[in-house]
């Protein structure tokens, strides 16, 4: 009975044969290295950057001119003048574009925010893979010391002229299929361990160990929580709601563009063929943008800004939309899982178990047939592996959520606080 109960472990002393992994470890680490990452960090920084040149003035204007040179002769100019001219933009322009700039900055920011919280989700997703692929290799090698005791047993039954000889191969023959899915699994294992050491930045040629989880599921925060919480943390919304903010400050620039900007230079003359003569000059410009041929042109701007905060506005709601909905959706797919688990771990497993035990106590004393033994074995494989399966698809759903929240903090404090 020593292989058949070794199935009502939790599988972890798989875990202990190597080194284990730890998740907030990994996490730490994918926020250091992960390549994706570190390039918006960058970009973040050049956006912060820009924020500083704009809003200044432009660049002054230095001329220099020969006038009045009879026959292209430099020597022979009559004035020389020497200028320096500055544009003036109306009170206002340069504040509204340096505060456009900061919004961008923000972006850049905030797209930093979403990506990691994809690149996460994308992690702790394939982390709980692999969990699932090592527990499911480390059942199938349990599998396989039990079948070899049927294997035993129905070659002893074979010798003894207790059972017939198809019983031998229907033994061996299931075997072979374990030996396949170890096969299989083995695969599933390294492509985890590939994507994992992607995610965070690793060499190939580096290596994972093995992946655990805590005996229990935490606990979930109350779905307004997490409905409030994504609006107050979510990269994406906080994205969407300065689009709003640029949108109004870009029309608002736009308006600007009716009112005019000034020019303001000096000048400094002197003859060449009269050293002693000496002056200066001043000049100052205005522009008209309120002549007839120009207005249009700032009034199509005003027009295509005011589009912008529109649809700004509707892609807020649409964004809040879809996250609420989907928060919502996964927030009642790992309750389900939850539940599904409980039954599993309190009632299907056991009595598959209780089950294969009694159908291999019948068989020892020839109260059944090989074929009923391996079938109530197959259906505790089976059991088994659903019961893993809703696991990984509960931590899953989980990592999704952290994810549309924006925020994981908050499952750590609703887990202290229960």
């Given at each position: 009975m020593k292989y058949i109960l070794t199935l009502l472990l939790p599988l972890q002393l798989y875990a202990q044969e190597v080194d284990t992994l730890n998740l907030d470890e990994l996490v730490r680490e994918a926020l250091r290295n992960n390549p994706e990452l570190k390039a918006l960090e960058y970009t973040r920084d050049m956006m912060e950057l820009r924020t500083e040149s704009v809003g200044t003035l432009p660049d002054p204007e230095f001329t220099y001119m020969r006038e009045e040179m009879p026959r292209f002769r430099w020597n022979a100019a009559m004035m020389g003048k020497f200028g320096l001219m500055q544009m003036f933009p109306f009170p206002g322009k340069l504040s509204t574009e340096t505060e456009i700039a900061g919004i961008r900055a923000e972006h850049a920011h905030h797209e930093h925010m979403e990506k990691a919280n994809e690149v996460l989700a994308k992690l702790r997703s394939m982390y709980f893979e692999l969990w699932f692929v090592q527990q499911s290799t480390a059942l199938n090698r349990e599998n396989l010391r039990l079948l070899e005791q049927f294997t035993t047993i129905a070659q002893t039954r074979y010798g003894v002229g207790q059972s017939p000889q198809q019983d031998v191969l229907k033994a061996f023959v299931e075997i072979a299929r374990l030996e396949n899915q170890l096969v299989a699994?083995?695969?599933?294992?390294?492509?985890?361990?590939?994507?994992?050491?992607?995610?965070?930045?690793?060499s190939p040629?580096?290596?994972?160990?093995?992946?655990?989880?805590?005996?229990?599921?935490?606990?979930?925060?109350?779905?307004?929580?997490?409905?409030?919480?994504?609006?107050?943390?979510?990269?994406?919304?906080?994205?969407?709601?300065?689009?709003?903010?640029?949108?109004?400050?870009?029309?608002?620039?736009?308006?600007?563009?009716?009112?005019?900007?000034?020019?303001?230079?000096?000048?400094?003359?002197r003859m060449p063929n009269n050293p002693g003569y000496r002056a200066w000059s001043v000049s100052a410009g205005i522009t008209l943008p309120f002549a007839p041929w120009s207005l249009s042109r700032t009034s199509a701007k005003v027009e295509e800004a005011s589009i912008g905060v529109d649809r700004a506005r509707e892609n807020l709601k649409n964004s809040r939309n879809m996250i609420r909905a989907n928060i919502s959706d996964l927030y009642f797919r790992a309750e389900s899982f939850t539940r599904q688990l409980e039954n599993y771990t309190t009632v299907i497993v056991?009595?598959?178990?209780?089950?294969?035990?009694?159908?291999?106590?019948?068989?020892?004393?020839?109260?059944?047939?090989?074929?009923?033994?391996?079938?109530?074995?197959?259906?505790?494989?089976?059991?088994?592996?659903?019961?893993?399966?809703?696991?990984m698809q509960c931590e899953q759903a989980v990592a999704e959520l952290k994810?549309?929240?924006?925020?994981?903090?908050?499952?750590?404090?609703?887990?202290?606080?229960?």
């Open positions: 699994l083995r695969q599933q294992e390294l492509s985890a361990k590939a994507m994992l050491m992607s995610l965070l930045g690793r040629l580096d290596t994972l160990g093995v992946a655990a989880v805590p005996p229990n599921i935490g606990f979930l925060p109350t779905l307004d929580t997490l409905h409030q919480t994504a609006y107050r943390f979510r990269g994406m919304l906080l994205h969407d709601s300065l689009s709003v903010e640029e949108g109004e400050k870009m029309k608002s620039l736009a308006k600007k563009e009716y009112l005019p900007d000034f020019r303001l230079g000096i000048e400094f003359l056991p009595q598959t178990q209780q089950a294969l035990q009694a159908g291999m106590m019948a068989y020892q004393t020839g109260k059944t047939d090989f074929l009923m033994l391996i079938d109530s074995y197959r259906m505790l494989v089976e059991v088994t592996m659903e019961k893993l399966m809703l696991r994810r549309e929240v924006g925020y994981a903090g908050i499952f750590e404090v609703q887990r202290e606080r229960n």
